[in-house]
Nanobody, 124 residues
Framework: QLQVVESGGGLVQPGGSLRLSCAVS????????IGWIRQAPGKEREGIAC????????NYADSVQGRFTISRDNAKNTAYLQMNSLKPEDTGTYYC?????????????????WGPGTHVTVSS
């Protein structure tokens, strides 16, 4: 059974950085499209970053473009989200999802396997 667990959230000051990890067990990450979804307080879930099955193509929401980077280490069966220049509006719960649709600039995440999420608070 596929299990997805996020970690690395916490409290950070504006302008700071965090790296979220997404550990996957029960199946190899090879040939899996992955994505990160954010839910800010009182707002709908937002797909912010995804990577296709090959790892050769990524897609970012405008809100995080240039500040966040999605990556993966198939040998460790782990995905990452490097978040730099954090802003208060980045506050929320971040979810990793395996088996998303990430192609041709389109990111769909309604299906797939979700982790429980990790919370990020950006505040001074």
């Amino acid at each position: 059974q596929l299990q997805v667990v996020e970690s690395g959230g916490g409290l950070v000051q504006p302008g700071g950085s965090l790296r979220l990890s997404c550990a996957v067990s029960g199946r190899s990450l090879d040939n899996s499209a992955i994505g990160w979804i954010r839910q800010a307080p009182g707002k709908e879930r937002e797909g912010i970053a995804c990577m296709d099955k090959t790892g050769g193509s990524t897609n970012y929401a405008d809100s995080v473009q240039g500040r966040f980077t999605i990556s993966r280490d198939n040998a460790k069966n782990t995905a990452y989200l490097q978040m730099n220049s954090l802003k208060p509006e980045d506050t929320g719960t971040y979810y990793c999802v395996v088996d998303v649709f990430c192609r041709l600039g389109i990111f769909l995440f309604s299906s797939g396997s979700w982790g429980p999420g990790t919370h990020v608070t950006v505040s001074s």
